[in-house]
């Protein structure tokens, strides 16, 4: 996992300590999958993963062609509450309403939270 890998930056040391921490708790199933967040400094990416397969149900980003077009030139915080509802409507038309949110080491706040946010507009419980 990402504790193994030696990061010389604090700050990533620090968030691969956090993110390990919380992954040993949580683990996601094809009817709750994990909805793992990673914010770089310029996009934010989610993607919902059934942790007993390995496989990816459903991701979003803004790098996505119908996601680009609806949030070009938008606030960081306005696109991450976009990407959340985008990985929402995926999910529910899957049939999944709950999911177990990963926030992957970083602080619930920010993008992060906006995420969450867009991801219980589009009907998901967590």
Request: aromatic share 6%; glycine share 8%.
């Given at each position: 996992?990402?504790?193994?890998?030696?990061?010389?930056?604090?700050?990533q040391?620090?968030?691969?300590?956090?993110?390990?921490?919380?992954?040993?708790?949580?683990?996601?199933?094809?009817?709750?999958?994990?909805?793992?967040?990673?914010?770089?400094?310029?996009?934010?990416?989610?993607?919902?993963?059934?942790?007993?397969?390995?496989?990816?149900?459903?991701?979003?980003?803004?790098?996505?062609?119908?996601?680009?077009?609806?949030?070009?030139?938008?606030?960081?915080?306005?696109?991450?509450?976009?990407?959340?509802?985008?990985?929402?409507?995926?999910?529910v038309?899957?049939?999944?309403?709950?999911?177990?949110?990963?926030?992957?080491?970083?602080?619930?706040?920010?993008?992060?939270?906006?995420?969450?946010?867009?991801?219980?507009?589009?009907?998901?419980?967590?």
């Amino acid at each position: 996992m990402a504790g193994h890998i030696k990061y010389t930056n604090p700050k990533q040391r620090n968030r691969a300590r956090r993110k390990v921490s919380i992954r040993l708790r949580m683990s996601g199933t094809a009817d709750r999958p994990r909805l793992s967040v990673f914010r770089s400094a310029r996009y934010v990416y989610a993607q919902a993963i059934d942790d007993t397969t390995g496989r990816v149900l459903a991701a979003a980003s803004e790098l996505e062609e119908k996601l680009k077009a609806e949030v070009t030139g938008k606030p960081k915080k306005e696109r991450a509450r976009a990407i959340g509802k985008a990985i929402g409507d995926k999910l529910v038309a899957l049939n999944i309403k709950a999911v177990v949110f990963d926030r992957n080491g970083y602080i619930y706040h920010g993008r992060v939270k906006e995420i969450a946010d867009g991801a219980r507009a589009a009907g998901l419980t967590f």
